[in-house]
Structures are given as C-alpha cells and as structure tokens.
C-alpha cells in the first residue's frame, strides 16, 4: 500500500467526516511559514496550524532547545519530583501575565487547561465550605472536547450524543450587536442568587464560534459585576494568548482581571502539547489544607512534560524580543489595511480584526454556519492557489506565524479577495 492507502486503511482524522472526506494531503516538511506536500506542492500556513505555531515552522531556536533538553532528561514523573524548565517558565509566566497570579498548574492542552480551571473553581467553593456551583458561559463558546470543557461550550451538533450527560450553565448572549444590554441584563439576574461559582469565557474573540468579536467595555462591564458578586472569573485564553490579540494577553486588554486562566495552543511555539492553568494565591489558599482531602486531585502521566516546557521557554524568549514585537506591528498594521478595503465589498456580510487575527464573514444565502455548504469548495480554492486557509463556514479568517512577511501576507490576501470576487459571481 502506498502512504496515502495506509492513511486511509488506519487513520481516524479530527473533526472530519471520513465518508466523503478529501484525501489529506501528505506533508513532508515544513519551514517558516511554508508546509511542503509530498506531490511538490507548497502552501502558506495562513491558520498557523490550528492557531498552534507562533514563531513559523521548524523553527530553529526551539529546535535546539527541545534537542538539548531531550539529550539531558526526557520526562520524569512530576508528584514529588521537579525540574529545571518546568520552573523556569513558571517564573517566566507569572512574571509577563497580567494580575497577581501565584500558581502555575501543567496540564496536556487546551482542552486539559479549561477541565482543571473549571474543577479549581468549583473546588474553591467547596473547600471553603460554601454552596456555590452555577457557572455562567456565553453562547456560542468553544472551550475543548473533553466534558467539563464541552459542558461549558455551547450546545450544538458538536457535542448532541452528549449534552444529556453535560452538567448544567448559564449561557448567556454575547455582548455584541442588539444583544448588548442583554447579555448584561442576563448575567446582572444569574449573579443575583450569590450561587454562580465561575464565569469562563474567551476574551475578546471566540475562536471556533467563527472569530465572533466583541469590545473589552461590555467584557469590563461583566467582569465588574462578577467581582461584586464573588464569582470567579476564569479567562480561557488557548487561542488569544501570546500575542495574538496584538497584546500579550487579550486580558492585557483590560482593568478587570481574571482568577484564573488557562493557556495552551501558541505556548511551545507550535512544537509540542502543553495546557497551563494559572490562578492568583487566594485559590491557591483554598486547597492549602492540613486535610488531604482539600488538595486538588488532578494531574497527567505528561504534566510539565521537560521537553515540552524547554520548548515553551525558547518560544518565550522569541515572543518577548524586539523584533517579534516589530512583526506582530506590521502583521495588525497590514491587516487593518486589508479590511478596510474589502469590508465594503457586496459580498462581505462583515469584516473583523483584532491583532493579527482578521476575518472576513461572507454574505452568502445561507445563514452562518460552521456547517455552511461553502466551506469545502474555499477551502479547496485556496489550496488550489497554495494557500492553507481552513473557513469556519462562511467565515474565512488568517492568523499567520509571526514570520510571516509582507510578500506572503499579500499572498493570503490576494486569495481571500479571490474568494470574495469569484464566489461572489455563483
């Protein structure tokens, strides 16, 4: 059998319809920005890999890093043992995140970091003694697949065979639109009981939902009210976090700040898995205890995984140097450019940015759908043209490596105009 055979006889893909599904295309190496296929192909990496790589492909700095770590020590079990990098890029994280945050906590992912977030946070309240357990999510949410992290996410196709088994939250709208003194009107009347113990949610854009953006005032305006109600604020920044909101932290954004939050995704440098939750001493504090009961029972067979934590150091090193910053400038600069000139166009139903994520919404008959019938044949035309832009429906967005430079920038552009004007004329 070829590899493409055996891909097909043996491999089960994510967040893929196998019957019917494209054959995948093979890639044999990849380099800054550029994903090489086996047929010869090369296409611009324009969604970072699922918004994982930060620094561009094979990057050579963390390459030695994860090298020399893994000749010193490839993992040692983490209950009653330490190392080297996991200590460092703990000190390095509660230095550049914003608040008085204390404690780092290692997970495996995105998915793994919201799990312990939501469980810290019920805990809290349960160690102290208090009858806390409601938790407060905004529709549309994504954060993870695991069932904490599904529970908290909206309810949709995604997780049906599920949601009779999810525990209960109070969805609220997203403060956007007509739905703004809604959605503060909604969670003014949950916070009123004193019963919710938490309030997650993605700051400033909600990723899966299909870039859904919203202003840090309305964010401000929520966080204000939790805080006068003792409920506890957890900020999944998986995906806005490291710079991707044009700030470190999409937090960074505002005056209000979160418990507890969770990181993952941008943190290796699109090397390797890693979830990272983080909380301020008074959690902390709640499971500081005599009784071991109050401890916080949680943990990974990989947590603070040496290799993967020495990637995650290298990768900061990169992200906080002068010339990173300089990039990320002109990734928001050129954006900014790009849609102001194409959010006027017929056939764009809205046209967003924060940082160096934008998004384009196109005006098709369908309503917006990650199931909309136009995301396969975009994704095809973009690929056609060598680039890899994977459309959450109708919503085609770019959130590219910060290497990216100006001529592959125009690149990505040149096809997103491209699909605006030809789909436009079917």
Not at 177 to 194: L, S
Not at 333 to 348: L, N, Q, R
Request: net charge negative; charged share 20%.
């Amino acid at each position: 059998m070829t590899l493409q055979e055996k891909d097909k006889a043996y491999i089960w893909h994510p967040f893929t319809q196998m019957k019917g599904a494209m054959d995948p295309i093979h890639i044999e190496r990849a380099e800054g920005v550029h994903l090489y296929a086996s047929d010869g192909r090369k296409f611009i990496d324009a969604v970072s890999s699922w918004w994982v790589n930060i620094h561009g492909h094979s990057n050579p700095v963390i390459a030695e890093a994860i090298a020399r770590q893994a000749r010193e020590m490839e993992h040692v079990i983490f209950a009653g043992f330490t190392h080297t990098p996991a200590i460092l890029l703990a000190e390095k994280l509660i230095e550049i995140l914003p608040n008085d945050f204390a404690k780092v906590f290692y997970s495996d992912d995105g998915s793994t970091a919201v799990e312990v977030a939501i469980k810290t946070a019920l805990q809290y309240w349960f160690n102290k003694g208090i009858p806390k357990r409601k938790i407060i999510a905004f529709n549309d949410a994504y954060h993870g697949d695991t069932f904490g992290a599904m529970s908290v996410g909206s309810r949709s196709v995604f997780n049906a065979p599920f949601q009779e088994l999810l525990f209960h939250v109070e969805h609220i709208p997203v403060p956007i639109g007509n739905d703004i003194e809604t959605c503060i009107e909604r969670f003014t009347d949950i916070a009123k009981d004193n019963a919710a113990a938490a309030f997650i949610y993605e700051p400033l854009v909600q990723g899966a939902a299909g870039m859904v953006m919203y202003e840090p005032v309305h964010l401000e305006r929520l966080l204000s009210i939790a805080k006068a109600h003792n409920i506890l604020c957890i900020a999944d920044e998986v995906m806005t976090c490291f710079g991707r909101t044009g700030k470190l932290f999409a937090s960074d954004y505002l005056i209000s700040k979160p418990d507890i939050i969770c990181l993952s995704k941008g943190i290796t440098g699109g090397f390797l898995p890693l979830g990272v939750t983080v909380c301020t001493q008074e959690i902390f504090d709640a499971f500081y205890d005599d009784k071991k009961s109050k401890a916080l029972f949680h943990g990974h067979s990989y947590t603070a995984n040496p290799i993967a934590c020495a990637a995650a150091n290298a990768s900061l090193e990169l992200l906080l140097s002068s010339q990173c910053e300089d990039q990320i400038k002109m990734i928001a600069g050129h954006h900014s450019s790009f849609i102001d000139k194409v959010k006027s166009h017929s056939f764009v139903r809205n046209a967003r940015q924060t940082g160096t994520i934008i998004a384009v919404e196109l005006n098709t008959k369908e309503d917006s759908s990650y199931f909309n019938s136009i995301t396969k044949d975009i994704y095809k035309y973009a690929l056609d043209r060598g680039v890899l832009l994977r459309p959450l429906g109708n919503v085609i967005y770019c959130m590219p490596p910060y290497c990216i430079n100006h001529a592959e920038l125009r690149a990505v552009y040149d096809v997103m105009e491209g699909i605006i004007t030809d789909f436009n004329q079917k």
